[in-house]
């Protein structure tokens, strides 16, 4: 069944109120929870985060917003159970009251999420804890959960300027180095990352979860290899490959004042000879006691703030 998600209207100024949602079975709520497949989040173009304050941060970045789903406010603010039993009693009795509207103006930041989805044309609803369980797949979910429109480059848009850091990843498989690759790429102000070949997808909610809302602060692109190799012979910058027969201490070389792509192979096999052979640099990090590599993650952090290090200031 196809996924009933409507383009979003443009809205007159609104005030914030919900439309309050109680039944699994509720539609949207189905379609929301179909997001959980990578098929489905494709042919949506959408994807899920949680958390108040990065969805919220999200919207003000001007982060296309489908659905704003946040926690009954009434059933909030008694205690947060979240069993079933007690989230159909809170839902009869706050129905009455006018769910959220207190909740809505005793949190302004929410407040100021609803209005601002309202405002691009969103959906907002406002459910019960268990419906939001639902939605995460978790005992204890964020209170708020944003849908969004996905933003995906393909390679050709990206032009990297002097002392701009980019990341390739070959073929990363697992979502939880994928989301904190984007995390660390973001600490270090790198401005984007180039998905190459067949990887995990970003915008699965494990991914997105472990990017800690990185996902919207870090350009994403993706790029087939030999659209990577083709797009690497335009580009005269620096590509700094790892590998663990690389013969260059990765301190060795002078980063500072070119723009650069760092390079970095699969969990499993390592660069391809393609793509090592298309860098300029191939390095390796030095190790001493057992281990025979760094995880995919531990080592892309260890390059981008060696890479980085002349930007990187405290205070
Ligand atoms: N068995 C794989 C191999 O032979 O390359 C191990 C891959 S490692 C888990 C994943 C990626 O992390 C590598 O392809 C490389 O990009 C990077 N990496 C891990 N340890 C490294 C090290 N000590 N020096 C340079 N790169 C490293």
């Given amino acids: 069944m196809k996924p009933r998600f409507q383009r979003p209207r443009p809205a007159a100024p609104v005030a914030p109120v919900s439309r309050v949602v109680t039944s699994l079975t509720n539609p949207l709520i189905k379609d929301i929870r179909a997001l959980d497949m990578r098929k489905v989040r494709q042919e949506a173009g959408l994807f899920i985060a949680e958390g108040l304050k990065l969805v919220a941060d999200a919207i003000e970045a001007g982060w296309p917003i489908r659905i704003l789903v946040h926690r009954s406010g009434a059933e909030f603010d008694r205690s947060g159970s979240n069993s079933a039993q007690k989230s159909r009693e809170a839902d009869a009795s706050f129905r009455s009251e006018g769910i959220g509207k207190r909740y809505a103006e005793d949190k302004p930041m929410l407040a100021r999420a609803v209005r601002a989805t309202r405002q691009a044309g969103g959906e ?70 180039v998905l190459i070949g067949d990887t995990t997808d970003p915008f699965g909610i494990e991914a997105v979860r472990a990017t800690m809302g990185s996902i919207f602060n870090v350009r994403l692109a993706t790029a087939t290899p030999q659209a990577f190799l083709a797009w690497r012979r335009s580009f005269d910058g620096l590509v700094v490959g790892t590998h663990l027969s690389g013969t260059h201490d990765y301190r060795e070389v002078t980063y500072a004042g070119s723009p650069c792509l760092l390079l970095m192979g699969n969990e499993q096999q390592g660069l391809p000879d393609d793509l090592a052979a ?35 200031k405290l205070g």
């Fill in 124 to 193: 907002v609803l406002e459910v019960t804890g268990e419906i939001l369980e639902k939605l995460s797949r978790r005992d204890n979910p964020q209170t708020v959960i944003g849908v969004f429109e996905q933003r995906l480059e393909k390679i050709d848009s990206v032009k990297i300027a002097r002392d701009q850091i980019w990341i390739g990843l070959d073929r990363v498989r697992d979502p939880g180095n994928l989301g904190t690759i984007i995390r660390t790429a973001d600490a270090v102000g790198a401005e984007g990352i």
């Fill in 278 to 312: 298309a860098c300029s640099h191939l390095v390796k990090i030095p190790m001493r006691g057992q281990a025979d590599s760094l995880n995919l993650a531990v080592a892309t952090g260890v390059m981008l703030f060696e890479i980085a290090r002349g930007q990187l």
